[in-house]
Each structure stands twice: as structure tokens, then as C-alpha cells.
């Protein structure tokens, strides 16, 4: 056993020098200490098979050579840390006595704004007003106005940044805010889009932030049928996500609308055939929507009985990472310039 202890301490010391990264290092040690399979745990596990006074001599001798073996690995790990930190300050270091910096690149647009480009020049292609709101808004806007009042249970899923003082203001939760304002400014018949940032007290994680963006949709005019809705819907996904995109309309209540109806498009990555991305479904959930509430086109001074119209709300931000392959949220409002970089 005492050979056997040797060569094991010998092949350590000789497979460590040629190690150059962290890595590496870890599976080495595993090779030699993990509980199930590594050569010194299997040594010290025989040790029970040796008689009494061989045992207790050949247990002393694995335990020197073990600790002795340990040493040289955490050695080793800290020299391979200060040589990491060391290339990455190398690398990544200003040198400040420069009279003008190096300019690598131009600044470039952020995704989110890549994605809501496209977006409005689409819809106003088709005739669409692009309009925007406060966001700072007042409560009458943000929940009143779009059939939100004081008790009504949805009111309870938009918690969110109140104003010190002032009761009556917000930090708006949705863009469906705009949509009475722009009724009494405009009237009727309207078609608008608004995209823009809204505001929740979430609890963040990969898949949700206390900041986004969503982009609103308003069409209002005699005759509109949920159909309209449908159509509009329908060229607005096949352009972002191509013309093989399919879309699925399920019934959901939103208090604004009147039927209202959750979207779900086809998987752009698998194309419906089941993915990570869609969870296996083949399906995404992207919008709301639905045919306007006569409640709220009574707020925006519009005649429900002479006027019909419909509103869809899209996770701009989701739409963003969807369309990037990006899974986690937070990175669209870290301004990490590394991130960002790759857009």
C-alpha cells in the first residue's frame, strides 16, 4: 500500500503541473477526493481491510500524503485565481494618462428600441397615430377610466409606486392609460398605437422587473368586429415572427374589454413542434385582448351605441426577449454596456 500511496501522490503533483485553468483543476481534485469514485477516498475506505497495527500505520501515512495533497491543490487554485484576476485587469484596464481614450465603437440602439422601431413603423403603415402618455399618471387614467374602480379585484394585481402625498398619482402599470386620453383628444374614429415604459412592485426574478415595456393598440370606429381585431393581430405577429406564424385566441376577462381573449403564437424557434423556450407547448403567450368595454368608451366621451372598437396589449419587453433569445429580463435595464454590446 505504501507504493500505492506514492504513485498517487506522484501522479497528483505531475497531472497538477500541467493544469491551466480553474476547471480543470476542479475535475482533478474530483478525480482524486470525490466521496463516490476518487482514488484517495477508495484508499482510505481499504483502510478497514488492513489488520490492527498495519491499519493504524497505513491510516497515519493516507493522511499525511491526503493533506500534503490538499496543500498543493489549494496552492495551485489560488495561483490560478490571482493569474485570472490579473489577465482580466490586463485586459479590461483604462490607462488613464491617455490625453484622448480609444473609441471602439458608436453608441447603438437598445434592443427594446430595435424592436419598437419596427414596430411603429409597421402600424403606421396602416394608418395608426403614434402617440405616448405621462408616467406619472393619475388614478382616474390608469384604473378608473379603463373599468378599474377602488374595489374591483384587478386593482388588487397591479400593486404598484404610489407618490408620497398624493394619493391620485401613480407610476402608470399599463400603456392602456393613454387610451381615454387619447379618445377625448382625438374622439372617434381612432386608431393609435402607444408604446412606453409601465411600472409594477414585483418581486424580481429572470422573468420579471419593476420596469418594462408594453405597446398599446386602439382601434375604434363603427362596425368593428372582433374579426378586425383578429386580422390586425394576425399581420402583426407574421411580420415580426415570420409567415408561418400561427395564432391562438383563448378566452380571458380583462376589465377593459369586453370579450376579452389571451394570444399565443407559434413557437418561432420550433415552430410548434415543442421547444425550451415555449416549455414544450409549441405555443407563446404574448398579448391581450379584446373588444372594447362600453364602460370605457363612456370615459373617453364615445357613444357605444353608435361607435365599436377593440384594444390589444402586447409585453413589448417579452416580445424583445423572444425574438433575442434572451433569458433573463433584468438584463434589458442593467445598462450593461457588455450586454448590450451585442445588439
Not at 394585481?157 to 379618445?183: C, E, P
Not at 385582448?289 to 373617453?300: E, Q, T, Y
Request: with cysteine.
Amino acid at each position: 500500500m505504501k507504493d500505492k500511496l506514492s504513485k498517487i501522490k506522484k501522479d497528483f503533483e505531475s497531472s497538477l503541473k500541467k493544469i491551466a485553468d480553474l476547471d480543470s483543476l476542479e475535475e482533478l481534485y474530483n478525480e482524486y477526493f470525490s466521496r463516490k469514485a476518487g482514488e484517495m477516498t477508495n484508499i482510505m475506505k481499504s483502510l478497514k481491510e488492513l489488520s490492527g497495527e498495519e491499519r493504524k500505520e497505513m491510516g497515519a501515512l493516507a493522511n499525511t500524503i491526503k493533506t500534503a495533497m490538499e496543500e498543493l491543490f489549494e496552492n495551485s487554485k489560488k495561483t490560478l485565481e490571482n493569474n485570472k484576476w490579473e489577465t482580466l485587469l490586463e485586459t479590461e484596464k483604462i490607462d488613464i494618462t491617455q490625453a484622448k481614450l480609444p473609441v471602439e465603437r458608436k453608441g447603438h440602439l437598445h434592443p427594446v428600441t430595435l424592436v419598437q422601431n419596427d414596430l411603429e413603423d409597421f402600424f403606421t403603415s396602416m394608418g395608426f397615430m403614434l402617440l405616448d402618455g405621462p408616467e406619472l399618471e393619475s388614478e382616474f387614467y390608469n384604473f378608473e377610466a379603463v373599468n378599474i374602480p377602488d374595489d374591483h379585484p384587478a386593482r388588487d394585481m397591479q400593486d404598484t409606486f404610489y407618490i408620497k402625498n398624493r394619493d391620485n398619482l401613480v407610476m402608470r402599470t399599463h400603456t392602456s392609460s393613454v387610451q381615454v386620453r387619447a379618445m377625448q383628444k382625438y374622439g372617434a374614429p381612432l386608431r393609435m398605437i402607444v408604446p412606453g415604459k409601465v411600472f409594477r412592485n414585483e418581486a424580481t426574478d429572470p422573468r420579471h422587473e419593476h420596469t418594462f415595456h408594453q405597446l398599446e393598440g386602439v382601434v375604434i370606429d363603427k362596425n368593428i368586429t372582433f374579426g378586425d381585431m383578429k386580422g390586425v393581430i394576425e399581420r402583426m405577429v407574421k411580420h415580426l415572427y415570420g409567415e408561418d406564424t400561427q395564432v391562438k385566441l383563448r378566452p380571458k376577462f380583462y376589465p377593459f374589454v369586453e370579450p376579452g381573449v389571451n394570444g399565443e403564437v407559434t413557437c418561432f424557434l420550433c415552430k410548434g413542434s415543442g421547444c425550451r423556450v415555449c416549455k414544450n407547448t409549441g405555443w407563446l403567450e404574448i398579448f391581450g385582448a379584446g373588444m372594447i368595454h362600453p364602460n370605457v368608451l363612456k370615459a373617453g366621451n364615445i357613444d357605444p351605441k353608435e361607435y365599436q372598437g377593440f384594444a390589444f396589449g402586447f409585453g413589448l419587453t417579452r416580445l424583445v426577449m423572444l425574438k433575442y433569445g434572451i433569458e433573463d429580463i433584468r438584463h434589458l435595464e442593467s445598462g450593461n454596456l457588455k450586454f448590450l454590446q451585442q445588439f
